[in-house]
């Protein structure tokens, strides 16, 4: 069945080092994002991509990067420089930039 | 004023009850509009898109008012399964809200009692 796959899908990690979210869609879609959200909170955009080899900051990138090196794949990194990782991340796709969005089963990262 | 505007909630209802939430936007170029549900701790899933003309699926019917700016959403017999947090999408090619045009309300909790 087509579908996006994230992992892990809890991650614990120690203050100081980067981690890699994965995500990987099988849809054919275009347009794939991140959205990080905090409890109580709505959805936050960090970045998206779309098309390949390309992506824009969202309205919260700072501490985080990412590549668009395959149309099928959008990993995420959390680097040491995000002051509060700690969060529930899900990662999205759409054929269009403004379609209807299919989302990943979410990574909760923990920072201890 | 917020781009997107949702009641928190929790909106607590006996089963079997008609509920309706709205959700309002400021920018009055919006395209599309959409309602997802999202259960805790889970990525949300489309529930239904909404049309200017309005539209039903099963219990849920979902409506677009363009001239007062908000979309609705009415679960009519509401089923214990139903209770969950209700986000709206707001999509617009001119949007002040995220970077790609697609905005997200803060969702709606909606809590089904037996």
């Known amino acids: 069945d087509g579908g996006i796959t994230q992992s892990p899908k809890y991650l614990f990690r120690k203050e100081g080092q980067n981690v890699t979210l994965s995500c990987e869609q099988n849809?054919?879609?275009?347009?794939m994002y991140w959205y990080r959200q905090d409890p109580g909170q709505g959805l936050r955009l960090i970045y998206y991509?779309?098309?390949?080899?390309?992506?824009q900051k969202g309205d919260i990138a700072e501490g985080y990067s990412v590549s668009r090196e395959k149309k099928e794949s959008f990993p995420l990194t959390v680097t040491s420089a995000q002051k509060n990782p700690t969060a529930f991340y899900l990662c999205?796709?759409?054929?269009?930039?403004?379609?209807?969005?299919?989302f990943g089963e979410g990574s909760r990262l923990t920072v201890l | 004023r917020k781009e997107v505007e949702q009641d928190p909630g929790p909106f607590n209802v006996p089963e079997g009850a008609t509920v309706a939430f709205n959700c309002t936007y400021s920018?009055?170029?919006?395209?599309?509009f959409f309602w997802y549900r999202q259960d805790c701790r889970k990525e949300p899933k489309l529930l239904m898109s909404v049309y200017s003309s309005g539209n039903e699926d099963g219990r849920f019917t979902a409506q677009l008012n363009r001239a007062s700016q908000y979309i609705s959403l009415l679960i009519r017999d509401s089923k214990l399964s139903d209770s969950a947090t209700y986000l709206c999408v707001v999509i617009s090619t001119r949007s002040g809200g995220g970077a790609d045009g697609l905005t997200f309300g803060k969702g709606t909790h909606l809590i089904i009692q037996p």
């Open positions: 999205a796709s759409s054929m269009g930039t403004f379609g209807e969005l299919f």
């Open positions: 991509s779309q098309i390949v080899n390309d992506f």
């Open positions: 849809l054919n879609h275009d347009a």
């Open positions: 920018n009055s170029a919006s395209q599309s």
